[in-house]
């Protein structure tokens, strides 16, 4: 071997070693089969070799799993757009997977892709980076469940107790929490108490409707309770329409409403 050629082997050992050392999942791809991975790849998936693992998948993604929330990354979209394309269109965006690993267990990573080699002809390889987010993404879970708790009160009735203050990013993970809840228990009524709601101000009426008329269009109804005095004069001073939005002074008119006895 030429001194060149040493080199370059020397610099390719150290390259390696430097991958299998990452604690992320690091994979070379064309968006439809695996062209290289790291050792952490290989152990997440519990083979002993990238041909290993060849045998029964040509790619990683054929381990996404998808939950109909469009969250997730999918192996395919209906456009014709494959994974890894996405992340090369959409490189601003943040991307996530869920994955089932050997033991059945679902992970979550966040996905970041690069270009490595771009042909005309041959087309293109990509370096992708998986990172385990699973245990941030359920603590973030957990504390929006604990944020904004939904109740089940009867079969068909949820309600959710506001407290404290409602900002644009808090009320965007209600509507979220509430449509999922409608899809997954067949919810038709929604009660939204809002007076544990420190200060009520057009934005916060705004994020209130906007709501009431996206479970609307899922064909819920929506009922605002703990409309206090001085809410309601606020409302009205601030010319917001409330037409077609059922709302209550108490909680317990609310309930009463529904049929549930109080």
């Known amino acids: 071997?030429?001194?060149?050629?040493?080199?370059?082997?020397?610099?390719?050992?150290?390259?390696?070693?430097?991958?299998?050392?990452?604690?992320?999942?690091?994979?070379?791809?064309?968006?439809?089969?695996?062209?290289?991975?790291?050792?952490?790849?290989?152990?997440f998936f519990q083979v002993d070799s990238m041909e290993e693992f060849l045998k029964t998948s040509?790619?990683?993604?054929?381990y996404f799993i998808n939950d109909d929330s469009n969250r997730y990354l999918k192996k395919i979209y209906e456009d014709g757009t494959t994974w890894a394309k996405l992340l090369i269109d959409e490189?601003?965006?943040?991307?996530?997977?869920?994955?089932?690993?050997?033991?059945?267990?679902?992970?979550?990573?966040?996905?970041?892709?690069?270009i490595l080699v771009d042909k005309d002809v041959d087309g293109y390889e990509e370096v992708v980076v998986f990172s385990d987010i699973t245990t941030i993404e359920n603590q973030s879970i957990l504390i929006s469940q604990m944020e904004l708790p939904i109740l089940?009160?009867?079969?068909n009735v949820t309600l959710i107790p506001l407290v404290g203050?409602?900002?644009?990013?808090?009320?965007?993970?209600?509507?979220?929490?509430?449509?999922?809840?409608?899809k997954d228990r067949a919810t038709t009524t929604v009660i939204i108490d809002?007076?544990?709601?420190?200060?009520v101000?057009?934005?916060?009426?705004?994020?209130?409707?906007?709501?009431?008329?996206?479970?609307?269009?899922?064909?819920?109804?929506?009922?605002l309770s703990g409309i206090a005095p001085d809410v309601a004069q606020t409302i009205v001073?601030?010319?917001?329409?409330?037409?077609?939005?059922?709302?209550?002074?108490?909680l317990q008119d609310a309930l009463k409403i529904v049929h549930i006895k109080i």
């Not at 040509?58 to 054929?62: E, Q, R, T």
């Not at 490189?91 to 690069?114: C, Q, W, Y």
């Open 1 to 43: 071997m030429t001194k060149k050629e040493i080199e370059l082997e020397l610099e390719l050992k150290k390259t390696r070693l430097i991958l299998d050392a990452q604690p992320n999942i690091v994979i070379v791809t064309d968006g439809k089969k695996l062209t290289d991975a790291n050792q952490e790849f290989l152990n």
């Open 58 to 62: 040509d790619c990683i993604c054929d």
């Open 91 to 114: 490189p601003t965006m943040s991307h996530k997977a869920l994955i089932k690993n050997k033991d059945g267990e679902n992970k979550i990573f966040e996905v970041r892709g690069n």
């Open 152 to 155: 089940d009160i009867s079969d």
């Open 165 to 182: 203050m409602l900002d644009s990013l808090k009320s965007q993970r209600l509507m979220e929490n509430i449509l999922y809840s409608i």
């Open 194 to 199: 809002i007076g544990g709601i420190l200060v």
């Open 201 to 223: 101000d057009s934005a916060v009426a705004a994020h209130l409707i906007k709501i009431t008329k996206a479970t609307k269009l899922m064909g819920c109804t929506t009922i």
């Open 237 to 250: 001073n601030l010319g917001i329409n409330l037409d077609g939005i059922n709302t209550t002074s108490t």
